[in-house]
């Protein structure tokens, strides 16, 4: 199941994509979904980090540098 925390509209390297935080629980694990959602005429993307709830304060610097690294070839 997923809950949704977050949601908002972000410029990535000219890009518009939505920004979405997600909790879910694997086998009584709570993990944290950070990610950008991305759709054009030729389809859809999703671009997403995970990591248990307890490290997303931990990785945070990194996890934002990998989804900041999303571009589009055109």
């Given amino acids: ?10 410029i990535v390297n000219g890009n518009k994509v939505i920004y979405m935080e997600m909790i879910g629980t ?3 694990v709570k993990f944290k979904y950070l990610g950008y959602y991305y759709s054009n005429s030729s389809g859809s993307t999703q671009y997403l980090a995970n990591t248990s709830t307890n490290l997303v304060d931990k990785y945070k610097t990194d996890i934002n540098n990998f989804l900041n690294g999303f571009s589009i070839s055109q």
């Fill in 1 to 10: 199941m997923h809950h949704g925390l977050k949601k908002e509209y972000r």
């Fill in 26 to 28: 694997i086998q009584s």
